[in-house]
């Protein structure tokens, strides 16, 4: 499972890519927006920090703008995946970029009708919000299980499903239980993910017993 941050705070994705256990980089509007950097320059930026695709979202809704976008987005790096709403103008820009052999990453998806489309458009990866279902009463999870069945009836498909708009941590392993690609969600998610209060106490009893061994290892 490949691990993404949805971030577009730079001191977090390079403290994140110190774990080396960074896959990659999502941006969305809203993210650059609470960065309160240019966009162009911050997405450089990204990608000096990660070899991984980084997702760059296209902002326009009409296809020539969406395309002129795409193409200055996709020159900044090579793993730059433009990320483009699930709607006519942006599947047919996801077509276009993917037959040319840029990544492409769908983004907001709410239905498994929806990942089919951007499945045969081409798309890198499809990008289902769980957290927006969960937030009007869906379950967000069933919608992964959807879109993982109906993709692996598929071999054809290369579409990697990253499932995004992650609350907790619980989303995480529920996605790993059924074999999405690919998670994003916030640092502090990723950070929740190493916490067990029995491993605290646990580290603090054999430091405890281990300074009254009186020994040193180096
Ligand atoms: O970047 C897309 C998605 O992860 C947004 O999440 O928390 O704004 O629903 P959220």
């Known amino acids: 499972m490949k691990f993404f941050v949805d971030t577009a705070d730079t001191n977090e994705i390079r403290d994140l ?11 969305n509007p809203s993210l650059v927006l609470k960065s309160g950097k240019n966009f162009i320059p911050l997405i450089e ?12 979202e296209v902002a326009a809704t ?18 730059v995946a433009v990320k ?6 942006g599947l047919k820009v996801c077509k276009k970029l993917s037959d040319e052999g840029t990544m492409v990453n769908v983004t907001l998806c709410f239905s498994a009708a929806q990942a089919i489309l951007a499945a045969k458009a081409g798309a890198a990866f499809i990008s289902p919000f769980v957290g927006r279902l969960d937030d009007v009463g869906e379950e967000g999870m ?12 598929y071999p054809n498909f290369q579409t990697e499903v990253l499932v995004a708009s992650i ?5 995480i392993v529920n996605s790993a239980k059924l074999g999405a690609d690919v998670i994003t ?4 998610v990723i950070r929740q993910l190493y916490q067990h209060p029995l491993t605290d106490k646990g580290l603090a009893n054999f430091v405890e017993d281990w300074k009254k061994t009186g020994q040193s290892i180096l």
């Open 62 to 79: 009409d296809y020539e703008t969406m395309w002129k976008e795409a193409d200055k987005l996709r020159q900044i790096a090579d793993h």
């Open 45 to 56: 930026e990204i990608c000096g920090i990660v070899d991984g695709p980084v997702s760059a």
């Open 84 to 89: 483009v709403p699930l709607t006519p103008a």
């Open 17 to 27: 890519a110190a774990t080396g256990l960074l896959d990659g980089v999502t941006t």
């Open 142 to 153: 069933n919608l992964i299980a959807d879109i993982v069945e109906i993709y692996a009836n």
């Open 167 to 171: 609350r907790n941590p619980m989303h």
């Open 185 to 188: 969600c916030p640092p502090s």
